[in-house]
């Protein structure tokens, strides 16, 4: 079974960047496609993007052209690059795995079924 554990939230002013990981352990990371999420206060979880195994990616519209999502198989982490980051994007951010095999770049909530804890990211204005 795969465990992720997300690190980098914090506090940021708008404008800034942050840079979160997740680290996943399990030697077959590299077979599942990956996809970060974040929950806003009060809200429903939402997809911020995913990536396929061999790396090409999906962005929500509300975060295409600041975010970027990369992976490093060798060190089984995946990553989220946010910069020009706006109030509106605070939430707690989740990466997540879709472990089922058959999806190549999923893009529903639905589609992953293991779940890091989350971490705080907070943008002031």
């Known amino acids: 079974q795969v465990q992720l554990v997300e690190s980098g939230g914090g506090l940021v002013q708008a404008g800034g960047s942050l840079r979160l990981s997740c680290a996943a352990s399990g030697s077959i990371f590299s077979s599942y496609p990956m996809g970060w999420f974040r929950q806003p206060p009060g809200k429903e979880r939402e997809l911020v993007g995913s990536?396929?195994?061999?790396?090409?990616?999906y962005y929500a519209d509300s975060v295409k052209g600041r975010f970027t999502i990369s992976r490093d198989n060798a060190k089984n982490t995946v990553y989220l690059q946010m910069d020009s980051l706006k109030p509106e994007d605070t939430a707690v951010y989740y990466c997540?795995?879709?472990?089922?095999?058959?999806?190549?770049?999923?893009?529903?909530?639905?589609?992953?079924?293991?779940w890091g804890q989350g971490t705080q990211v907070t943008v002031s204005s």
């Open positions: 997540a795995a879709d472990s089922d095999g058959y999806r190549v770049l999923p893009v529903t909530t639905r589609a992953f079924d293991l």
């Open positions: 990536i396929s195994q061999s790396g090409s990616t």
